[in-house]
């Protein structure tokens, strides 16, 4: 977003009304405004009142410069009590039930937000992308894709309807295999699919989308569904690329071009490209930890090894968890499962030492499970 919706001129009319803040969360220094407010995904935005410090809106995930405007105009709205009843309130609850990481409590508010406000409750789109949000959350994949299934009943074509997609059959993907994540797929995925064309939606959220539905293809054991799909949706990342007109706007999509190569079996596609990103950004750890995932899918160990290392001599917080993984999986690769089970406890201790707001709950558990995997108790 930054590289792509964040410096759109039409965001200029915002100026004067709203002050700009970007937070970094991987710097330590910015744990005690992660303390105060919570982030559970990234990117996420907040339009915090300054008199009182709350947190009057929040969005996970993506937006579009059309929804960043719109938020400023539903937040203005919001702060200013213009939107008086019930809808609003309830609403205004969730939200703070967000900021607590009360999820599931969040999402009851925002059901009773959509009850109260209608279909003609101007913030009914929002409300319902951040329900399915918060259903995924609250870790009942379940009630995730039951929400998700609701929402896109009346949820037009659209950013919004893109990413609700995106949410559910993710959601559908982590119930156990059997007849009810067949039926959730069943349902979403004919969605999904229109959905990848969706006029205004951003190219990370196409990029989700065609990720879920690939995997959800390789699932339900459909190999040439899932490769075909990985096929056009390396395309569209490369195409993007291609259109970016900046080397950290077209780095931006690396990440999920290994994803999409090393689902289409062709790893070494994404290599010359991260390649270009780590030397047009010499001051970002980000390509050489993107460079030491992909040498493991390419199965050349010291290479990886040695981009994790350069990785981790500029990275700081939480994101060196995922880099310190990577690590030892390159040591473990070259038959150094000792120095791969130090690097897997450096991770843990890391992990440990950072504040509770910050710590990567993912990075986190891959990393203690491979840690006992290599013998640590």
């Given at each position: 977003?930054r590289a792509h919706?964040?410096l759109d001129a039409r965001?200029a009319r915002l100026?004067?009304r709203?002050v700009r803040?970007d937070v970094?969360?991987?710097?330590?220094?910015?744990?005690?405004?992660?303390?105060?407010f919570?982030i559970?995904a990234?990117p996420?935005l907040l339009?915090?009142?300054?008199?009182t410090?709350r947190?009057v809106?929040?969005?996970?995930?993506?937006?579009?410069v059309t929804e960043?405007?719109a938020?400023?105009r539903?937040?203005?709205?919001?702060?200013?009590?213009?939107?008086a009843?019930?809808?609003a309130?309830a609403?205004?609850?969730a939200?703070?039930l967000?900021?607590?990481r009360?999820h599931?409590?969040?999402a009851a508010a925002?059901?009773?937000?959509l009850a109260?406000g209608?279909?003609?409750w101007?913030?009914?789109?929002?409300?319902?992308?951040?329900l399915?949000?918060?259903l995924?959350?609250a870790g009942?994949?379940?009630a995730c894709?039951?929400?998700?299934?609701?929402?896109l009943?009346?949820?037009?074509?659209?950013?919004v309807?893109?990413r609700?997609?995106a949410?559910g059959i993710a959601?559908?993907?982590?119930?156990?295999?059997?007849?009810a994540?067949t039926?959730?797929?069943?349902a979403l995925?004919p969605?999904?699919?229109?959905?990848?064309g969706?006029?205004?939606?951003l190219?990370?959220d196409?990029?989700?989308l065609f990720?879920?539905l690939s995997e959800?293809?390789?699932?339900r054991g459909?190999?040439?569904?899932?490769r075909a799909?990985?096929?056009a949706?390396?395309r569209?990342?490369?195409s993007e690329?291609?259109r970016?007109?900046?080397?950290?706007?077209r780095?931006?999509?690396?990440?999920?071009?290994?994803?999409?190569?090393t689902?289409?079996?062709?790893?070494?596609?994404?290599?010359a490209?991260l390649?270009r990103?780590e030397?047009?950004?010499?001051g970002?750890?980000v390509?050489?930890?993107?460079?030491?995932t992909l040498?493991l899918?390419?199965?050349?160990p010291?290479?990886?090894?040695?981009?994790?290392?350069?990785?981790?001599?500029?990275a700081?917080?939480p994101?060196?968890?995922?880099v310190?993984v990577?690590?030892?999986?390159?040591q473990?690769a070259?038959?150094d499962?000792a120095?791969?089970?130090?690097?897997?406890?450096?991770?843990?201790?890391?992990v440990?030492?950072?504040?509770?707001a910050?710590?990567p709950?993912?990075p986190?558990?891959?990393a203690?499970a491979?840690y006992?995997?290599?013998?640590?108790e």
């Amino acid at each position: 977003m930054r590289a792509h919706v964040l410096l759109d001129a039409r965001l200029a009319r915002l100026a004067g009304r709203f002050v700009r803040l970007d937070v970094n969360t991987e710097e330590p220094r910015n744990a005690a405004f992660l303390e105060r407010f919570p982030i559970d995904a990234w990117p996420t935005l907040l339009v915090v009142d300054p008199a009182t410090e709350r947190v009057v809106l929040r969005r996970a995930g993506t937006a579009t410069v059309t929804e960043v405007l719109a938020l400023a105009r539903e937040a203005e709205a919001l702060t200013r009590a213009e939107r008086a009843g019930a809808a609003a309130a309830a609403a205004a609850r969730a939200e703070g039930l967000l900021a607590e990481r009360r999820h599931a409590e969040a999402a009851a508010a925002f059901r009773e937000a959509l009850a109260a406000g209608g279909p003609g409750w101007r913030g009914r789109e929002a409300a319902g992308a951040a329900l399915v949000q918060a259903l995924g959350f609250a870790g009942d994949a379940g009630a995730c894709v039951g929400g998700a299934r609701e929402v896109l009943r009346w949820l037009p074509a659209g950013a919004v309807r893109t990413r609700v997609a995106a949410q559910g059959i993710a959601c559908a993907l982590e119930l156990d295999e059997g007849p009810a994540r067949t039926a959730a797929l069943d349902a979403l995925e004919p969605i999904g699919r229109r959905a990848l064309g969706a006029e205004g939606a951003l190219a990370d959220d196409r990029s989700w989308l065609f990720d879920a539905l690939s995997e959800a293809r390789a699932a339900r054991g459909d190999e040439a569904g899932a490769r075909a799909l990985a096929r056009a949706w390396l395309r569209f990342l490369e195409s993007e690329a291609a259109r970016a007109r900046t080397p950290a706007a077209r780095a931006a999509f690396d990440a999920q071009r290994v994803d999409a190569a090393t689902r289409l079996g062709q790893p070494e596609r994404a290599l010359a490209p991260l390649r270009r990103s780590e030397r047009d950004l010499p001051g970002d750890f980000v390509p050489a930890a993107n460079l030491a995932t992909l040498y493991l899918e390419l199965g050349r160990p010291a290479e990886a090894l040695a981009a994790a290392d350069r990785a981790l001599a500029l990275a700081g917080g939480p994101r060196r968890i995922r880099v310190l993984v990577a690590r030892a999986r390159a040591q473990e690769a070259l038959g150094d499962r000792a120095g791969a089970r130090d690097t897997a406890r450096r991770a843990l201790d890391e992990v440990a030492a950072l504040p509770e707001a910050t710590k990567p709950r993912r990075p986190a558990a891959v990393a203690e499970a491979l840690y006992r995997e290599l013998g640590g108790e």
